[in-house]
């Protein structure tokens, strides 16, 4: 999948114009007062801006195929084949009738498969089709082409940098999810699994 080349690498469409209107000035680090959760979350709030639309251009090419919510949902069942429909209304947070509706219009599309599941005959078993894979591959590809625009702009030292932040913050929110996890199998906190993230 080619990069589509009606994108300038930057200024990024509608960050500039948010930058224009005032509300899109970057905090510099020194000021941010690391002891303050919600001032440093303020701060990664609005230098992440710029990455939700750099993402947010990929699946551009792929809504006026699916809507938000199937995209969302195609992507869940991606990441967790096989899963059934409560598995699916619970990382939706939506009841199981919502759940089912998504899910036939993906399987009238093509992108998803039904089943009887093999163990429990009273589940259904839901998978991407090849086609479904497809359009999640698509998106992916996309994502990481727009994204090598912009990286491609910065230096090596920030490439390295924002990698690390990342990979930290991944690091941080895993622990969050097994903390969550682990409550919620001792009833002490949740009810259930905590809900994944909702990524290619």
Sequence with gaps: MGHSTNHPPVPLRGWSAGRRRGGGALPD?????VGDPAAVAAAV????????ITLGRAEEEILPRVSVSQLRA??????????????LAEELGAI???ASRLCDR?????LVTRRTGIIDRREVELRVSAEGQRLVDQLR??????LATVLATMPPDGQRALLVGL?????AAERLDGVADADGDAGTATTGPAAGHDVA
């Design 167 to 171: 990979r930290e913050f991944q690091r």
């Design 141 to 146: 590809e996309t994502r990481v082409a727009e």
């Design 45 to 52: 709030e609005a230098a992440t801006r710029a990455l939700v």
């Design 106 to 110: 993906l399987v009238a599309a093509g």
């Design 96 to 98: 199981p009738s919502s």
């Design 74 to 87: 195609l992507l869940i069942i991606s990441r967790q084949a096989p899963t059934n429909l409560n598995q």
């Design 29 to 33: 680090i020194p000021d941010v007062d």
